[in-house]
């Protein structure tokens, strides 16, 4: 499981937040890209998306990473619904944000 994050949309102190990702959750990683949704973020996200592997974002509302990610989940082979986990973490604290993480993958492992 991965955990990238839109860095525009990240609770108050970004570097705290991803950290306790990485180092307290039961990730592969955790990164934070700036925004996902411009070419860049397409550009990455070509790079990154492999099939079998679900990736949770924290970042704005899942409705819009739906729809501004479903094109390169599509390109990966991925099912944008069954494989992405999209959580919105905006205007989080740092510990309401890792909280919304922390139980979006407890949802996953069932």
């Not at 990485?22 to 990455?44: A, M």
């Not at 390109?75 to 999209?86: F, K, R, Y």
Request: hydrophobic share 45%.
């Amino acid at each position: 499981m991965f955990v990238p994050v839109n860095a525009l949309v990240l609770p108050k102190c970004i570097w705290d937040f991803i950290n306790q990702v990485r180092v307290e959750l039961p990730v592969q990683y955790g990164f934070i890209h700036p925004q996902l949704c411009e070419e860049d973020g397409d550009r990455f996200l070509a790079d990154f998306l492999k099939s079998h592997r679900k990736l949770v974002v924290g970042a704005c509302a899942p409705n819009m990473q739906r729809k501004m990610l479903k094109d390169a989940f599509k390109e990966a082979g991925l099912d944008i619904n069954t494989d992405l986990v999209s959580i919105d973490i905006r205007d989080m604290t740092t510990a309401d944000a890792v909280k919304k993480v922390e139980e979006a993958l407890e949802k996953m492992e069932g």
